[in-house]
């Protein structure tokens, strides 16, 4: 008799954020920023690029005579307080700008499926079977985890990876729904170990733990 239960597959969903155009626009005019190495020759021309910043704007507000230079003058005498920068720290702001501009992933929920037939367990989406892991082979093992609220049944097949693991979870169990002879102190799911867990009722967590415990001893 061939066990079917429908499953919530949590995947992680890379994505642009909103603001990437922004942080990239501030990174390359940030690329702009004078910068100095922090020795003593450094730092010296490091003065002499303050005091020539604040000279022209000073000068350009003096004698700019329309606005545009007054403006531009005004921005020189300003960037003169922050400029120049050591190029230890105008290359951490780079790292910290190009971060927040970097692709970001998500959690993802969608429809699945996860099915075992006496033979095999199998995981599926709404389009395909995506790994299954044969319960006879040696080498194969169950294991259990606390994954925040959620008990997870894990059937991994030999080569341990987790791409090739299958994760079941589901709220609202106890530690009294794991069975004796894994029912020690349960450590919690490492990402390390899974990628795309199952997320199940509880009653149908317990049926299939029920099942795979008539076969697997």
């Known amino acids: 008799m061939t066990l079917r239960l429908d499953a919530e597959l949590e995947r ?10 922004f942080w990239r626009s501030l990174d390359y005019l940030w690329g702009y920023m004078p910068s100095y190495r922090d020795s003593r020759a450094g730092r010296q021309r490091a003065r002499q690029v303050k005091v020539g910043l604040a000279v022209l704007g000073v000068l350009a507000m003096i004698f700019g005579g329309s606005a545009g230079p007054i403006v531009l003058g005004a921005l020189a005498a ?10 230890l720290k105008k290359r951490s702001v780079h790292n910290r700008l190009r971060a927040l501009a970097a692709d970001r992933a998500r959690p993802v929920s969608h429809p699945g499926s996860v099915i075992f037939d006496g033979r095999r367990l199998e ?9 299954r892991v044969l319960v006879d082979r040696p080498g194969r093992e169950l294991v259990f985890r606390v994954h925040g609220e959620k008990i997870c049944a894990g059937l991994r097949p ?13 709220p609202g169990l106890r530690s009294e729904d794991v069975p004796v002879a894994y029912a020690g102190g349960l450590a919690d799911l490492s990402e390390q170990e899974v990628d795309v867990p199952a997320n ?4 149908d967590w317990r049926r299939l733990i029920e099942t795979l415990g008539e076969v697997i001893q």
Do not use: F, N
């Open 158 to 170: 030999r080569s341990g990876k987790k791409r090739d693991a299958i994760w079941v979870c589901a």
């Open 123 to 131: 995981l599926h989406d709404a389009q395909t079977m995506l790994r």
């Open 200 to 203: 199940v009722s509880a009653k």
């Open 12 to 21: 992680e969903e890379v994505y642009a954020p909103r603001s990437r155009r």
């Open 78 to 87: 300003a960037l003169a307080i922050a400029a120049p920068v050591r190029e």
